[in-house]
């Protein structure tokens, strides 16, 4: 018979699963706060597979993802296990906040340390509590305040495990993205450990698109893994394309900004991409893509500083049509407006 599967010094049985509470630093008030836990633990071995998200406090789209997918009733017939963590940070939760009470951005602490900072401790606690007894992970981020990202994957390309994985979620850009220092993903893949980056959407807010995209690809990478059954569906998501390289392009000069390109558009080299115009005399000031490729993030508020990143472009391989790419980023938009059954 399996054995049970130990974390947080609580055992789950096969077949089985639980909410556990891992007990955090309290607030200055002196009110407790705990890390809530759910783990389903299959009948059948398997992977040990991670989701985390608002990592970032004011990053929300992963907390529905996660909620939903903890919903599902095919979870019933799950191989290997799950370990969810639907709020990393919930300092940063309370306060609407990307960072920690101490100012310090937690996917830049680890792997931190039993007697640092409390960003240091957070980080320590998630890496030996949790990533330690995990084989995969997926952890769920949207763009920063006022920014929108489109649904996309960031991952260490180069290693073959992880761009099959990656390839599987289902969304159509794919980014080769080298780690930074502190990240998580820095240290899983110091660890070895295969580790997807969704980010999708927007930092305090709902999309519903990037949130249905969410737990399509978080399923669609545990059949991959073969903790899930094979979907029944006949259909095939087009092949990802994979983005080497990315730029942004930065406000020529401060005041208003009226965009003139929408996310997920094929822009070409010279394309305009919108202006900056003085709120007082109306004098316009032309934004232009310095490069050809598709418009993967987006400054929301239309006021800005010289100098502020507006549009975040993807280039593509010189096989790959960026004007395919966004042909494909449309479709892909289309076919999560309407909620498809994921039981």
Request: aromatic share 6%.
């Amino acid at each position: 018979m399996r054995e049970s599967f130990t974390i947080s010094n609580t055992e789950v049985a096969p077949g089985s699963r639980a909410v556990i509470n891992v007990p955090l630093p309290k607030l200055s008030s002196h009110t407790s706060m705990d890390m809530p836990l759910h783990v389903i633990h299959g009948r059948k071995q398997g992977p040990v597979l991670f989701l985390s998200a608002a990592i970032h406090g004011d990053e929300l789209n992963g907390i529905e993802i996660i909620r939903r997918v903890l919903a599902l009733k095919s979870l019933a017939k799950l191989s290997g296990t799950l370990v969810a963590i639907p709020v990393v940070n919930a300092y940063g939760l309370i306060q609407h906040s990307r960072y920690l009470p101490d100012r310090r951005d937690l996917n830049r602490s680890f792997p931190g340390s039993e007697g640092g900072s409390l960003a240091a401790r957070l980080a320590n606690l998630f890496m030996e509590e949790i990533v330690t007894k995990c084989t995969h992970g997926i952890d769920l981020h949207t763009g920063a305040v006022n920014r929108t990202n489109l649904p996309q994957i960031r991952a260490d390309l180069d290693d073959p495990e992880t761009r099959e994985l990656a390839r599987s979620f289902g969304v159509p850009v794919l980014i080769n993205s080298s780690v930074r220092d502190g990240s998580l993903r820095a240290e899983t893949s110091a660890l070895g450990m295969p580790v997807l980056l969704y980010e999708a959407g927007e930092a305090l807010r709902y999309d519903e698109i990037a949130i249905r995209a969410g737990v399509t690809g978080v399923l669609n990478v545990m059949r991959a893994l073969k903790m899930l059954p094979p979907s029944k569906s006949r259909s095939t998501a087009p092949e990802p394309f994979v983005a080497r390289k990315s730029y942004w392009v930065r406000a020529p000069e401060s005041g208003m900004i009226n965009m003139k390109t929408a996310l997920g558009a094929h822009v070409k080299k010279g394309t305009l991409l919108g202006y900056t115009y003085d709120p007082y005399s109306g004098a316009q000031h032309p934004i232009y893509s310095t490069l050809e490729g598709v418009i993967i993030g987006r400054l929301e508020l239309p006021m800005v500083y010289e100098g502020d990143a507006v549009f975040h472009i993807a280039c593509f391989n010189n096989n790959d049509s960026a004007l395919d790419v966004a042909e494909q980023v449309e479709s892909f938009q289309t076919n999560h407006t309407d909620d498809p059954s994921q039981g």
